[in-house]
Nanobody, 125 residues
Framework: VQLVESGGGAVQAGGSLRLSCAAS????????WGWFRQASGKEREFVAG??????YYGDSTKGRFTISRDNSKNTVYLQMSSLETEDTAVYYC?????????????????????WGQGTQVTVAS
């Protein structure tokens, strides 16, 4: 599986951005999908994820970010609203083959075996 992110950039605090993650392959539906981010000098942090009809979020993004997917386009999206300066980071799309054990560990970056190249999001005050 190859993942390509797009949609990053610079935005003022309070603004919005939408990230996209286009995936190759014909088994889009059989993967767990996640968005992670890594700020300079910090560990990689879980942002949002989806499997089937379920979505789940990290504590710092719940209520502000929305993950969605378009199976017809093999694309996962991350709509980010009410952005804060603390949201500044490189954002990564990730995928892992679905299994019960992977789903149990769905918020851990170690679960995911496929990663995009990352896209920079910078939120200015």
């Amino acid at each position: 599986v190859q993942l390509v992110e797009s949609g990053g950039g610079a935005v003022q605090a309070g603004g919005s951005l939408r990230l996209s993650c286009a995936a190759s392959g014909r088994t889009f539906k059989t993967y767990l999908w996640g968005w992670f981010r890594q700020a300079s000098g910090k560990e990689r942090e879980f942002v949002a994820g989806t499997w089937g009809g379920n979505t789940y979020y990290g504590d710092s993004t719940k209520g502000r970010f929305t993950i969605s997917r378009d199976n017809s386009k093999n694309t996962v999206y991350l709509q980010m609203s009410s952005l804060e300066t603390e949201d500044t980071a490189v954002y990564y799309c990730a995928a892992a083959l679905y299994s019960a054990s992977n789903y149990y560990r769905r918020t851990s970056y170690e679960t995911y075996e496929y990663w995009g190249q990352g896209t920079q999001v910078t939120v200015a005050s």
